[in-house]
C-alpha cells in the first residue's frame, strides 16, 4: 500500500519558505503546525500565514492545530482552502460538531491525540472524522525522540477502522525517520510527518523518497 509522506514545514526556513516548499515539491501533504502559545509552549503561524503557504506551495496543506478553542478557529483554516485541519481532541469543546462543520466548509475532518490522550473514545467515532493524527512526541516541538509505548494506539485504530470498514488515515507525526517509520506503519499508521529527518537532508526530495520506500511495504 502506498505510504503518505508529509514533511511539516516547522522544520523549515521561515524566512525562506517558497524556497523550502518546492525542496518538498515530491511530497503527498504540506503538514503545517500552527501553534499558539497556550495549548503549546511554541509559537507559529495563524490563518495570514497559512493562506499564503497555501497560495505558494504546488502540494495541499495538511493543517495540525495546537490551540486552544479549536471550535472558535478551526474553521477559518477550512474556510481558506486547506486540504485538511485537524485539532486537538484535548482541546475541542465539541468535537463532533467542529468536524461536521470542517466537512461542511470542504475539508478532511481530523482529529489528534497527544501522547497521554486514551483513544478509546475515538474508536466508534471514526466515521466522523477523516483522518486521526497520532502524536509520538509532546506536541511543541521538531527533533524530539520517538515515542514507541504509543504505537498501541494505532493498532486499536486500525483494528477497530476495518472491524467497521471505514476508510480514515491514521497519521502519526514526531520523531519520524527511516527506522522509526517502519514500526509506526506496522502498528497500523498510512501517513506519516516528519520534520527534522526531511529538512535537515541534504536532498529533502530523496529523504521524501526514502521514507516512502521504508515504510510502503509494512502499510496495511
Ligand atoms: C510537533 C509537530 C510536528 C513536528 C514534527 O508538535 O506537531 O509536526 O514538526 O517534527 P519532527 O519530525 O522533527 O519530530
Ligand atoms: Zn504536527
Sequence with gaps: MPARINPSILSADF?????????????????????????????????????????????????????????????RYAEIGCFSVTFHAEAAGAPLTLARTLRKLGARAGVALSPKTD?????????????????????????????????????????????QGVEVWLEVDGGVNEQTIVQAAEAGADTFVAGSSVFGADDAGAAIEALRAAAAPHVH
Excluded: C
Design 119 to 163: 483513544v478509546g473514545a475515538y474508536l466508534e467515532l471514526l466515521p466522523e472524522f477523516d483522518q486521526v493524527l497520532v502524536m509520538t512526541v509532546e506536541p511543541g516541538f521538531g527533533g524530539q525522540k520517538f515515542l514507541p509505548h504509543v504505537l498501541s494506539k494505532l493498532t486499536r485504530l486500525r483494528e477497530a477502522a476495518e472491524r
Design 15 to 75: 524566512v525562506n519558505m517558497q524556497r523550502d516548499l518546492e525542496r518538498i515539491a515530491g511530497a503527498d501533504l504540506v503538514h503545517v503546525d500552527v501553534m499558539d502559545n497556550h495549548f503549546v509552549p511554541n509559537l507559529t503561524f495563524g490563518p495570514q500565514m497559512v493562506e499564503r503557504v497555501q497560495a505558494t506551495s504546488p502540494v495541499p496543506l495538511d493543517v495540525h492545530l495546537m490551540i486552544d478553542d479549536p471550535d472558535r478557529w478551526a474553521p
